[in-house]
Every structure is written in C-alpha cells, then in structure tokens.
C-alpha cells in the first residue's frame, strides 16, 4: 500500500490532494451547510472557462482564470434573490451550464480539444511538481489562517443560513470574504486536480460528517478524515491498477459516502450539535 513512495511523482500527488482535499473538505462544510453545493461547479467551471479563454487568445493563462473566477465569487456573493419561488442554487446552475458551454466552445478550437476536455474535467494531478506545490501550499495556507481567525464569524453566518435566519441587507464582508475563498481555492484547485474531484473533495467528506457527526468540531475532522482517505486509497488504485488518478479518487470518495449512507444508526453514536466552538 506503500509502493507508491517510492516514486516522486506519486509523492507529489499525494501532498497536492492532501493539501487541496482538507482545505476544500473543511469549505464543504460551510458549502452544504449554505445549501448551495452547486457554488464550486461554478466556480469551477468559471475557471475553466478564463483558462479556455486564455489559451484562445494565447495570454494570461494564470491571471485571467483567477480574475474570471475572483469575478465569479464577487457575482454570486451578491445575487439577491427577491422571488421566493426561486432559489440561489437554480441561478448558481445556471450560471455553471453557461461557463460549461463556453468553455466547450472555446476547448473546440484547440488542437487537442477532446483530451484538454477531459483534464478539465479531472486534471492531472501526476503531472504536479514542487513549485506548483509550493504556491498551492502558500494560497491555501493563508486561506486557512483566515478562517482559522474568524471560524466563528464564518459558522455565525453558515448557521444563519441552516435555520433561515439570513436577511438581504445589503453587502456583508463574511460572505464575501466566504466566496473570495472558495473562489482562490478552486483557481488552484481546478488547474490541478480538475473540476469534478474539487466538486467531490468539497461536497462528499462534508456530506459523509454531516452524517455521522453533531458537533462543528466533529464534522471539520471527519470531512477531513474522509478526505485523507479518499487521497491516500485512490492514489493507491490508480498506482496499483493504472486508473486515471483524478477519477480514483472521486470513486473512492463515492464508495466510501457509500458505506456511510449504508449505516443507520450513526447519528446515535454522537451527542447533539453544539454551535460553540468554545
């Protein structure tokens, strides 16, 4: 199970999705607790989309996904939803079908387009080396220095959202600071790992803690737990099977909600939610 150390690369790949997983599995908490899971297929999908338009126009293959998506978050923080017929997610998909098709638009029209599709949608993290590693480690590192800061000003407003308590009033610096992550993680994220394991490493170890834990405290680590897991064992299929490693890990994560969702009992192994972090 260990094998796979021995090779740099697989090294390597092993600290990106560490170092990616834990960071999107504790933002997943905050996502599923918002009711807004389609957020990071946006966002992601925006990405993607700034980086197809990079490579059309030959420039800014870093800049522009990062402002498209910086602009993407700023966008969705402050969409004010007056129908009470319509909810965020039904905009929040409609804004992910619309990047979806114009980076499929735009991938068209590269030489390599079917495979530049495919690791869009599921990267190559084997490919990662150290510098992207490092930058990776800074961004994601002061990210959650942040919300380490201000974790109960971020769960303040995640709870709000849980029990129907938030109120439009006007621009609220939390959840736009909130998108401002999620939209600087996913930038790094995407170009790495691709959009569908960000979507899973953000939305499954959350689901699968939700499940099986009470307590914010118990949830971040289980989400966290859950996601170490799915790095470490799908890395391993991948390395022992010659899988594509983007799409063992989301298959391992898949089967591993499985499990979790298979057991019926679990939400008497925890006490009560308690909000405080204190």
């Given at each position: 199970m260990f094998e796979m150390f021995h090779l740099n690369f697989m090294v390597q790949a ?96 590269t030489p390599h387009g079917d495979s530049d599709i495919q690791e869009v949608l599921f ?156």
């Amino acid at each position: 199970m260990f094998e796979m150390f021995h090779l740099n690369f697989m090294v390597q790949a092993f600290i990106i999705s560490l170092i990616t997983g834990l960071f999107l599995s504790y933002l997943g908490v905050h996502v599923v607790g918002r009711g807004i899971v389609f957020v990071d297929l946006a966002l992601g999908q925006i990405s993607s989309f700034g980086g197809a338009f990079a490579a059309f126009i030959g420039y800014g293959l870093t800049t522009i996904p990062l402002v498209f998506t910086l602009l993407g978050a700023l966008l969705i923080s402050m969409i004010d939803i007056r129908d009470k017929r319509l909810k965020l997610e039904a905009i929040i998909g409609i804004i992910y079908a619309f990047a979806s098709a114009a980076t499929v638009m735009l991938i068209s029209k590269t030489p390599h387009g079917d495979s530049d599709i495919q690791e869009v949608l599921f990267g190559n993290i084997l490919s990662v080396n150290m510098k992207q590693i490092t930058i990776t480690c800074i961004v994601f590192g002061a990210l959650m220095l942040m919300h380490s800061i201000f974790q109960k000003k971020f769960f303040e407003l995640t709870e709000s959202f849980e029990i129907g308590e938030t109120e439009k009033k006007g621009f609220n610096i939390w959840n736009f600071l909130f998108y401002i992550s999620i939209g600087l993680s996913i930038v790094f994220a995407v170009k790495i790992s691709g959009v569908i394991p960000v979507f899973s490493y953000l939305i499954i170890p959350s689901v699968c803690a939700i499940m099986l834990a009470r307590s914010n405290k118990t949830v971040i680590i289980i989400a966290m737990l859950v996601s170490f897991l799915g790095s470490f064992i799908g890395l391993n299929v991948s390395f022992h099977f010659d899988f594509p490693a983007g799409s063992s890990i989301v298959a391992v994560l898949g089967i591993i909600f499985i499990f979790v969702s298979m057991v019926p009992l679990t939400k008497h192994f925890f006490p009560k939610k308690n909000k405080s972090f204190s």
